[in-house]
């Protein structure tokens, strides 16, 4: 036997540390680039240009005033009878006036009071129904 024959290495038990931190580094930079957020798609609205307007004849306007407690009041043009609906049934009522109107505005009118969730149903209603002319007003007392 020789004397080089008999020695023998270790085998460390211990886990190297010295490269963890570029480690973490290159993981950290790696989900930094992978990563997509999603962007706010928010109210896809066109605005009209400041200074702009139209004289629009009231037998044309849908009035739908949303109530501070979520219930919409719908008006037609001049008339003075009202109707009482839920944001969810503004998708049908819309596309029921329309038939007999191809003109139809429907005028969205928000008490201050009310939440923000409430505009967004009845705008998304009307999405549904493929309304493209709407206005948004605030309500006055």
């Given amino acids: 036997m020789s004397v ?3 020695k023998k290495s270790k085998a460390s038990s211990e886990v190297p540390t010295s490269s963890m931190a570029d480690i973490a580094f290159l993981l950290l930079i790696f989900f930094l680039v992978t990563t997509t957020f999603p962007k706010d798609k928010g109210l896809a609205i066109v605005l009209p240009e400041p200074g702009e307007e139209a004289q629009v004849s009231q037998k044309n306007i849908l009035h739908l005033l949303i109530q ?11 008339s003075q ?36 969730k409430f505009m967004v149903d009845v705008l998304d ?3 549904s129904a ?12």
């Fill in 130 to 141: 493929n309304a493209e002319r709407i206005s948004l007003q605030v309500l006055e007392n």
């Fill in 125 to 127: 209603a009307l999405h």
């Fill in 68 to 78: 501070s407690s979520g219930i919409v009041v719908v008006k037609r043009g001049e």
């Fill in 81 to 116: 009878q009202e109707q009482q609906m839920r944001p969810q049934e503004i998708e049908g009522l819309w596309r029921q006036e329309v038939t007999s109107n191809p003109n139809l505005i429907a005028a969205v009118k928000t008490h201050p009071d009310a939440p923000y």
């Fill in 4 to 6: 080089l024959g008999n």
